[in-house]
């Protein structure tokens, strides 16, 4: 079996914590030149933004030089280039870092936080923050959380080690507990494990529950509840939930199909209409609260857990917005 050779180190520095784009040539095609390839690849920047990209010099070989519009199409070639980050609000809540060594960073991420750069999330990302906080320009993430769950993330120091701990999530090595906050109905018999098939198609938000051999594994327990309040505030849970699986969304699914949505939540049972950028009220109920390990590179045992409270179960009236 042949080994891939990795890509070589990037020439660009990153900015604001992140990193630039690389781009591989294909092995063929019919581009007699990069500038034509890309124009092609990038059709989505916008008409004559590729063009202007070249004159000023933004693509680069591996070399650290820039790409001239006119050179040769070279199978395989690199390119590198910085994207125009988009505007971005700030997601006005701090990233704790609870443990740090030569290894990993553990933070404890707010809600509304993006873990990584995608989509219209690139600098107000967990990872680019730390990177420009803690000057560790080679973070990377072992997982992810939604951008609306709160809560612990792992994040790895040294690129070379990164495949060691994303394995630990992989090969479910991890013990991961999340804290929900959800209506409280005295008729489900909790706890119990939930099993089912779950589907996420790409281009559509929501994921649904199928037929077929189950791939999403959640044990809920309810480990606490209040009865409805004198001022319109509803019965109340405080879940438990432990995850066996890592299917995306997998724990809103299972509360929505229990017939205890987790509070907040824009997408289970219903899509909601999207917020304004900016609106940063009723956070989705949901805490990573623990997260426990061995750690692959230095044999310690790990045991985290965030400090976080869930501000529906805190304070329901501030959460809701009637005060």
């Known amino acids: 079996m042949r080994r891939r050779t990795p890509p070589p180190p990037a020439p660009l520095a990153q900015r604001h914590g992140v990193d630039p784009v690389r781009v591989r040539l294909p092995a063929a095609g019919p581009w007699a030149t990069v500038r034509e390839h890309l124009v092609e690849r990038l059709s989505g920047a916008g008409p004559g933004t590729v063009e202007a990209m070249f004159a000023a010099g933004r693509f680069v070989g591996a070399d650290g030089r820039a790409v001239a519009a006119d050179a040769p199409y070279e199978p395989g070639m690199y390119v590198w280039f910085h994207r125009d980050l988009p505007p971005e609000v700030p997601v006005p809540f701090a990233l704790e870092v609870v443990y740090r060594d030569e290894h990993v ?15 219209g999330h690139v600098t ?15 973070l990377g993430a072992a997982h992810r959380l939604d951008r609306l769950t709160a809560g612990l993330v792992l994040f790895t120091v040294r690129p070379a080690e990164r ?16 804290e929900a906050i959800a209506p409280y109905a005295p008729a489900l018999a909790l706890p119990r494990t939930v099993r ?3 589907l996420k198609e790409r281009g559509v938000l929501a994921a649904r529950q199928v037929e077929g051999e189950p791939n999403a594994v959640s044990r809920v327990e309810l480990t606490e509840h209040r009865p409805a309040g004198p001022t319109g505030a509803p019965a109340l849970g405080r879940y438990r939930l432990v995850p066996a699986t890592g299917q995306t969304h997998q724990l809103r699914v299972h509360m929505s199909a229990l017939g205890v949505p987790i509070l907040g939540d824009p997408l289970y049972p219903e899509v909601a209409a999207p917020v304004p950028a900016g609106d940063f009220r009723r956070p989705l ?25 869930l501000g529906a179960w805190a304070a329901y009236e501030e959460w809701a917005g009637r005060q």
């Open 285 to 309: 109920q949901l805490l990573a609260r623990e997260l426990a390990f061995t750690d692959p590179v230095t044999g310690r045992e790990h045991r985290f857990l965030s400090g976080r409270t």
């Open 196 to 198: 089912s098939r779950i």
């Open 124 to 138: 107000e990302t967990a990872l680019a923050r730390l990177r420009r906080e803690l000057d560790e320009p080679g």
């Open 105 to 119: 960073v553990v933070a404890d991420k707010p809600h509304f936080l993006a873990t990584t750069p995608r989509g």
């Open 163 to 178: 495949g060691a701990y994303q394995s630990l999530f992989r090969d479910r090595r991890v013990h991961k507990e999340y």
